[in-house]
């Protein structure tokens, strides 16, 4: 974080081992709704970003302990998704 990287983000579904997703208080942008993440994610840190568009779905699949997405321009509700079950912190 704090690296001022910017651009979109890839698929990262690939990454079966990610367990941390840490790119808060960069310059990254675009929207996230086709991003596909990895099933082993539980910690998700983009706040600070310029993201937009809807909530991505691919979040709300997950199970997340820690969810940090605010300062964005996100649209939409947030959904309370089942997986969300274990989620101890969220900023959004």
């Known amino acids: 974080d704090y690296n001022e990287f910017h651009g ?6 690939n990454m079966t081992n990610l367990a941390g997703f840490y790119l808060n208080n960069n310059k ?3 929207s996230l709704a086709n991003v596909l993440l990895p099933d082993s994610l539980s910690n998700v840190n983009i ?18 302990r820690d969810l940090y997405m605010g300062f964005n321009r996100f649209t939409g509700e947030f959904t309370t998704a089942p997986y969300l079950s274990a989620l101890a ?3 959004y």
């Open 28 to 30: 990254f942008s675009g």
């Open 89 to 91: 912190v969220a900023v």
């Open 8 to 13: 979109s983000l890839p698929s990262l579904v």
């Open 47 to 64: 706040a600070f970003n310029n993201f937009h568009g809807q909530m991505p779905e691919s979040l709300l699949s997950l199970a997340l």
